[in-house]
């Protein structure tokens, strides 16, 4: 079992989408308890993968690859697990706000996000303020990212925020917004929680900024 | 006297990277990809302008016979000509093969204050500031604003910009807008500086920037603007920012072949809507930095793409928007410097049309006008290359050295006399003695690049007062009346 762990949290590491969930599913069907395969198997692994990362042994590149491999093993995974087993990421609605075709540095979040064990709802891009309220109320996540990649289109953020208090979910959710030419004063100025200037370094703010609510 | 028989001469050194069977393939690359992949045009009057000349269309899909794309590129202009609106010629650009003109690139949201040197965001008094400067600059031969205002009537930061700048300069500006309607309001202001709608067509005065989104998408304004520009026969860029191993491939050979079918779109359907007119491909291309994933505007990637770029474009002949003088660095500091000296260089020896961003800092996102002052002087000194020199009985000075000798010196011959004064000169660059150095304040490059710009900023005179009193009001009007449509947008 201990081995298979191994393999799991190595399998993850190097990146290897099929072969990932080829061992998550077996060990699933060797009867091994779902939480100890998250725990002990692919959360080691992702640490490994964030601590490379940090150090410069691995490249944004890389670190995607073991995102979507932490992905799909997350799929198989997320069905047999406990509700109280996946408490500790949380789950987020994320997307590209109106106007604004612009997707990459959404779905580089989104999957940084997914690796690190959230279940993300990834409603596209140029998607009117609305579908963001509709998405919150029906998810309720917890966490909302919004990203815009024209100075046309950022004021789209503010316009979403200030529906959540209109529609009185603004507290049940912290909300995350980035792209090229979003900084912190402006994330400040309407009244976001977390500013991530990359997609890399998100999932590790967003950690932060929970961490500082506690 | 004799003549030589079968002489050659270079008139210019020069850089190729390509040889004509790897521009051949890679240009057979894009009609494959535009053919069998196809491009998203999100513009249903677009898509049916294709379909109409022979394109197959799947959804939002457009897919491009070869056929198509030939007939677009049998009716580019060779030459092309932009005139500065006050009627002189030497600011004049003429848009042919290997004439290169430099100049700063569009919309960064931040700025460096010219009094605190902070970064900041880009406000409406820079527009001016940039187009004074560039004004006067010798190097610098098209102007772009180095931000996006944000302290304007949102959606109205591109009219404001034209307005300022094109009123500050006679070195033709290259715009850029969010709409159709800001196209329209910038092409009215261009028409009322050129004197009347027949003298633009004559005459045309400016240049329109727009970009579609990599990978092959074209959005509904990139594509809208870029018909809009083809039917008033506006010279138009149609150029994407491709990232290496994010939006296009990691490998240069397929970076090239997605950045040039991008590109294409908007040639075909200028081509198609007002056959003639002028577009001008390329656009900014570089890497990811895959450990902190910017968009690198220092990398040596980003000469190499853009030279290798610039040679395909040239193959399809057309006229290349490319980039130098850039910098991933946060402050004026020696990697500005060195990231500028490397890319000016290559831009130069590879013969763009329109080489931007001149003066972008902090990866693309802050304008610095001081990294534009530096750039001009670097430019001039990459010329000095690009101009090379000339190998004939009168430069060879055979007789002068026999006259002068062994043991002599030129320093008072007439030869002399007539020839030192083409040395470059700097105006920057520090060539003083130690003590000279010190008795003028041990002043460093970054002082003197201070001192020259706020110098050019308080005292450059511009044509701003030259502006005719009809054209400066018409263009106050065109202000007024688009602050008013966006008053009744918001009321609806």
Same mark, same amino acid.
């Given at each position: 079992m201990t081995n298979d762990l191994g393999k799991i949290s190595d399998s993850l590491i190097k990146g290897n989408v099929d072969e990932l969930k080829e061992l998550v599913q077996q060990s699933l069907d060797a009867d091994a308890p779902p939480a100890d395969l998250l725990n002990k198997g692919l959360l080691p692994g992702m640490e490994a993968v964030g601590r490379k990362w940090k150090e410069g042994e691995m490249f944004m590149p890389e670190v995607l690859r073991c995102a979507k491999a932490m992905s799909g093993a997350m799929e198989i995974l997320r069905p047999r697990l406990a509700k109280e087993d996946l408490g500790s990421a949380g789950k987020m609605v994320i997307g590209t706000v109106a106007g604004d075709l612009h997707d990459i540095g959404k779905d580089l979040a989104a999957m940084m996000f997914e690796g690190a064990g959230y279940e993300v709802i990834n409603i596209g891009i140029?998607?009117?303020n609305e579908s963001f309220i509709k998405a919150a109320i029906e998810h309720k996540p917890t966490l909302l990212g919004m990203s815009a990649l024209l100075t046309t289109t950022m004021p789209r953020m503010g316009e979403v925020i200030n529906s959540l208090k209109e529609a009185g979910i603004r507290d049940k959710m912290a909300v995350i917004i980035g792209g090229a030419p979003v900084t912190k004063e402006f994330a400040d100025e309407i009244g976001a929680d977390i500013y991530a200037p990359n997609a890399g370094t998100a999932v590790e703010l967003a950690k932060e900024y929970y961490q500082s609510k506690v | 006297m004799s003549t030589r028989t079968n002489y050659t001469i270079f008139e210019s050194p020069r850089l190729q990277i390509l040889s004509e069977d790897q521009k051949e393939r890679i240009f057979n690359g894009m009609m494959r990809t535009l053919q069998y992949t196809g491009a998203h045009v999100h513009h249903e009057e677009a898509r049916k302008l294709f379909k109409d000349a022979g394109c197959r269309v799947d959804g939002i899909k457009v897919f491009f016979p070869p056929e198509v794309i030939l007939k677009a590129l049998s009716t580019v202009p060779p030459v092309t000509e932009i005139f500065p609106? *006050? /009627?002189?010629?030497?600011?004049k650009i003429v848009v042919e093969k290997n004439r290169s003109y430099f100049g700063p690139g569009p919309t960064p949201p931040n700025f460096i204050d010219p009094d605190t040197l902070e970064r900041r965001k880009y406000l409406r008094k820079d527009a001016t500031t940039v187009a004074r400067v560039c004004d006067a600059? #010798? %190097?610098?031969g098209f102007v772009q604003s180095l931000g996006s205002i944000s302290?304007?009537? %949102?959606?109205l930061a591109d009219v404001y910009e034209f307005a300022d700048m094109v009123r500050n300069t006679t070195t033709p500006v290259m715009s850029w807008s969010f709409t159709r309607e800001g196209c329209r309001d910038i092409h009215r202001m261009a028409v009322a500086m050129a004197g009347g709608e027949e003298e633009f067509r004559q005459r045309p005065n400016y240049i329109f920037y727009g970009e579609p989104i990599s990978p092959l998408v074209s959005d509904f304004h990139a594509i809208d603007k870029c018909m809009y520009c083809a039917e008033e026969r506006i010279p138009q860029v149609y150029s994407p920012c491709a990232i290496g191993g994010?939006?296009? #491939?990691?490998t240069h050979a397929g970076q090239l072949v997605v950045a040039l079918s991008e590109s294409m779109v908007g040639v075909i359907a200028a081509q198609l809507i007002n056959p003639g007119t002028c577009v001008i491909i390329g656009g900014v291309q570089s890497i990811l930095d895959?450990? @902190?994933s910017v968009y690198s505007y220092g990398a040596p990637e980003l000469s190499l793409l853009s030279a290798a770029l610039t040679e395909v474009v040239q193959y399809c002949g057309l006229p290349m928007y490319s980039q130098s003088g850039?910098? *991933?660095?946060?402050?004026?500091?020696m990697q500005s410097a060195m990231e500028a000296s490397l890319s000016i260089n290559a831009a130069m020896m590879s013969g763009a049309n329109f080489v931007h961003d %001149?003066? @972008?800092?902090e990866s693309g996102l802050t304008g610095d006008i001081f990294q534009t002052v530096m750039d001009d002087e670097l430019i001039s000194m990459a010329r000095v290359i690009e101009r090379s020199f000339d190998v004939n009985r009168e430069t060879l000075s055979v007789d002068v050295i026999d006259s002068v /000798?062994?043991? /002599?010196?030129?320093? @008072?011959?007439d030869h002399t006399m007539k020839w030192f004064r083409a040395y470059w000169m700097p105006t920057l660059m520090d060539r003083n003695g130690y003590e000279g150095w010190v008795d003028e304040g041990k002043k460093t490059m970054k002082d003197r690049i201070i001192e020259k710009t706020r110098d050019l900023i308080q005292?450059?005179? /511009? #044509?701003r007062s030259k502006v005719p009193a009809a054209a400066d009001s018409e263009i106050e009007n065109i202000l007024k009346e688009a602050e008013e449509r966006v008053r009744k947008s918001e009321n609806k």
């Amino acid at each position: 079992m201990t081995n298979d762990l191994g393999k799991i949290s190595d399998s993850l590491i190097k990146g290897n989408v099929d072969e990932l969930k080829e061992l998550v599913q077996q060990s699933l069907d060797a009867d091994a308890p779902p939480a100890d395969l998250l725990n002990k198997g692919l959360l080691p692994g992702m640490e490994a993968v964030g601590r490379k990362w940090k150090e410069g042994e691995m490249f944004m590149p890389e670190v995607l690859r073991c995102a979507k491999a932490m992905s799909g093993a997350m799929e198989i995974l997320r069905p047999r697990l406990a509700k109280e087993d996946l408490g500790s990421a949380g789950k987020m609605v994320i997307g590209t706000v109106a106007g604004d075709l612009h997707d990459i540095g959404k779905d580089l979040a989104a999957m940084m996000f997914e690796g690190a064990g959230y279940e993300v709802i990834n409603i596209g891009i140029d998607q009117p303020n609305e579908s963001f309220i509709k998405a919150a109320i029906e998810h309720k996540p917890t966490l909302l990212g919004m990203s815009a990649l024209l100075t046309t289109t950022m004021p789209r953020m503010g316009e979403v925020i200030n529906s959540l208090k209109e529609a009185g979910i603004r507290d049940k959710m912290a909300v995350i917004i980035g792209g090229a030419p979003v900084t912190k004063e402006f994330a400040d100025e309407i009244g976001a929680d977390i500013y991530a200037p990359n997609a890399g370094t998100a999932v590790e703010l967003a950690k932060e900024y929970y961490q500082s609510k506690v | 006297m004799s003549t030589r028989t079968n002489y050659t001469i270079f008139e210019s050194p020069r850089l190729q990277i390509l040889s004509e069977d790897q521009k051949e393939r890679i240009f057979n690359g894009m009609m494959r990809t535009l053919q069998y992949t196809g491009a998203h045009v999100h513009h249903e009057e677009a898509r049916k302008l294709f379909k109409d000349a022979g394109c197959r269309v799947d959804g939002i899909k457009v897919f491009f016979p070869p056929e198509v794309i030939l007939k677009a590129l049998s009716t580019v202009p060779p030459v092309t000509e932009i005139f500065p609106w *006050d /009627g002189t010629t030497e600011k004049k650009i003429v848009v042919e093969k290997n004439r290169s003109y430099f100049g700063p690139g569009p919309t960064p949201p931040n700025f460096i204050d010219p009094d605190t040197l902070e970064r900041r965001k880009y406000l409406r008094k820079d527009a001016t500031t940039v187009a004074r400067v560039c004004d006067a600059l #010798p %190097n610098i031969g098209f102007v772009q604003s180095l931000g996006s205002i944000s302290d304007v009537t %949102n959606g109205l930061a591109d009219v404001y910009e034209f307005a300022d700048m094109v009123r500050n300069t006679t070195t033709p500006v290259m715009s850029w807008s969010f709409t159709r309607e800001g196209c329209r309001d910038i092409h009215r202001m261009a028409v009322a500086m050129a004197g009347g709608e027949e003298e633009f067509r004559q005459r045309p005065n400016y240049i329109f920037y727009g970009e579609p989104i990599s990978p092959l998408v074209s959005d509904f304004h990139a594509i809208d603007k870029c018909m809009y520009c083809a039917e008033e026969r506006i010279p138009q860029v149609y150029s994407p920012c491709a990232i290496g191993g994010g939006t296009v #491939p990691a490998t240069h050979a397929g970076q090239l072949v997605v950045a040039l079918s991008e590109s294409m779109v908007g040639v075909i359907a200028a081509q198609l809507i007002n056959p003639g007119t002028c577009v001008i491909i390329g656009g900014v291309q570089s890497i990811l930095d895959m450990r @902190y994933s910017v968009y690198s505007y220092g990398a040596p990637e980003l000469s190499l793409l853009s030279a290798a770029l610039t040679e395909v474009v040239q193959y399809c002949g057309l006229p290349m928007y490319s980039q130098s003088g850039c910098t *991933d660095t946060k402050k004026m500091d020696m990697q500005s410097a060195m990231e500028a000296s490397l890319s000016i260089n290559a831009a130069m020896m590879s013969g763009a049309n329109f080489v931007h961003d %001149n003066g @972008y800092t902090e990866s693309g996102l802050t304008g610095d006008i001081f990294q534009t002052v530096m750039d001009d002087e670097l430019i001039s000194m990459a010329r000095v290359i690009e101009r090379s020199f000339d190998v004939n009985r009168e430069t060879l000075s055979v007789d002068v050295i026999d006259s002068v /000798g062994p043991g /002599g010196h030129y320093l @008072y011959e007439d030869h002399t006399m007539k020839w030192f004064r083409a040395y470059w000169m700097p105006t920057l660059m520090d060539r003083n003695g130690y003590e000279g150095w010190v008795d003028e304040g041990k002043k460093t490059m970054k002082d003197r690049i201070i001192e020259k710009t706020r110098d050019l900023i308080q005292n450059h005179e /511009g #044509p701003r007062s030259k502006v005719p009193a009809a054209a400066d009001s018409e263009i106050e009007n065109i202000l007024k009346e688009a602050e008013e449509r966006v008053r009744k947008s918001e009321n609806k």
